[in-house]
């Protein structure tokens, strides 16, 4: 399996992002790459990996759901209580990246991270399916349970007690505010396009990166 992972190769596009075309705001071309994503049908095009450290530096990383991308940062939710949570708690810094391969194209954004307000996880709260709000009061997120059985009983449980009425105080928001986004391109030969953003006060230096 090792020699046959080696060998895989997929050749990237001929064209790929210069300066001109990245411009000078890296929040409206990240909008613009999110768009072209959703209509170009690529699948769950808001997956995103989410990597959080602890107080310590110990990292830990898994996809979450980009719910929402302006010039204040990106949004995600979970349980505050999850591992991811409890970093957050420790160590207020996060990364993330989008990857839509058939675009061959990734998305880098790092920055801190703070809670949404709770009119605003209200609001994302109220919006979700009702099984999905049932399931953020019952599921005691990243914390060991005994089985499957435990699970299910939990969400009936919660089910009964009406729990998709309001949004539990455990649960919510956070909101990356980007001090860094990265945009790859790949190209042909692995000589790929990387530009970077950082944020310099209210402005933004760019530049580019060797592949």
Not at 12 to 26: I, K, N, S
């Amino acid at each position: 399996m090792s020699d046959e992972l080696a060998r895989m190769r997929t050749e990237y596009a001929r064209v790929g992002l210069d300066e001109g075309t990245a411009g000078d705001d890296p929040v409206a071309l990240a909008q613009t790459w999110i768009s072209e994503a959703v209509a170009a049908g690529v699948h769950e095009p808001n997956a995103m990996a989410l990597a959080t450290a602890t107080a310590a530096g110990e990292p830990s990383v898994r996809i979450v759901l980009l719910k929402g991308f302006d010039a204040s940062g990106a949004v995600f939710f979970t349980n505050y209580d999850s591992r991811k949570g409890r970093e957050l708690a420790e160590n207020p810094r996060a990364a993330a990246v989008l990857l839509w391969h058939p675009l061959h194209r990734q998305l880098r954004i790092e920055g801190a991270v703070t809670r949404l307000e709770a009119h605003e996880s209200d609001a994302y709260f109220a919006a979700r399916p009702e099984g999905a709000r049932i399931s953020a009061a019952a599921s005691p997120q990243s914390h060991v349970v005994e089985g499957r059985d435990e699970l299910d009983r939990r969400w009936h449980e919660a089910e009964r007690g009406g729990a998709a009425d309001h949004r539990p105080e455990g649960w919510g928001g956070y909101r990356i505010a980007p001090e860094v986004l990265e945009f790859w391109h790949g190209r042909e030969n692995r000589l790929h396009d990387r530009i970077r953003f950082t944020r310099d006060g209210d402005a933004w230096t760019r530049d580019r990166l060797a592949p």
